[in-house]
């Protein structure tokens, strides 16, 4: 049962992810970003980061779990380790946008953000969503390959 709960909630994860992300950067393509843009980026960012940390979590559930395959099997996989590497891009990639959306939402709490002087951060956060959603998409496929069987060594 833990195995089908794993694999249900790093799935869950997965789609609740891409899209907020996907979300995230929609909300702050148009330009120049107004409160309302502002608002539905926050509550995408909020998703993704929910996302990050169930997928994450469940992730290492089944890595160090056995409740799939042995460890041993992801950590001479190719493809799980080139996985993970995408992950460290995310996560380096995530980095600045976590940074300035967390002074944008602190400055909106103080009651002093301009909304509109912001529009080359949220440009900069949108390209940057948009790359981490299609370096997802390259993740979900490498996840189907080892599904399947490729990547392990013989």
């Known amino acids: 049962m833990l195995r089908l709960l794993l ?3 790093h799935l869950i994860a997965l789609g609740i992810g891409l899209g ?4 995230r950067g929609a909300a702050l393509r148009s330009l120049p970003p107004d409160d309302a843009s502002l608002s539905r980026a926050f509550a995408a960012d909020t998703w993704w980061g929910i996302a990050a940390g169930l997928w994450i979590l469940t992730g290492l559930g089944r890595l160090f779990g056995g409740t799939e395959k042995a460890t041993g099997y992801y950590l001479h996989n190719h493809l799980f380790l080139t996985k993970m590497l995408l992950l460290v891009v ?16 602190t400055l909106r ?9 912001h529009g080359e951060t949220a ?4 390209t940057i969503s948009m790359i981490e959603a299609v370096v997802v998409t390259v993740m979900v496929g490498l996840a189907v390959a080892m599904a399947r069987g490729y990547g392990a060594r013989a």
């Open 109 to 117: 709490g103080r009651g002093a953000l301009d909304a509109a002087s």
């Open 123 to 126: 440009r900069r956060i949108a």
């Open 20 to 23: 907020a992300v996907w979300a």
């Open 90 to 105: 995310i996560l380096a990639l995530e980095a600045w946008p976590m940074i300035a959306l967390i002074r944008l939402r």
């Open 7 to 9: 694999a249900w909630a």
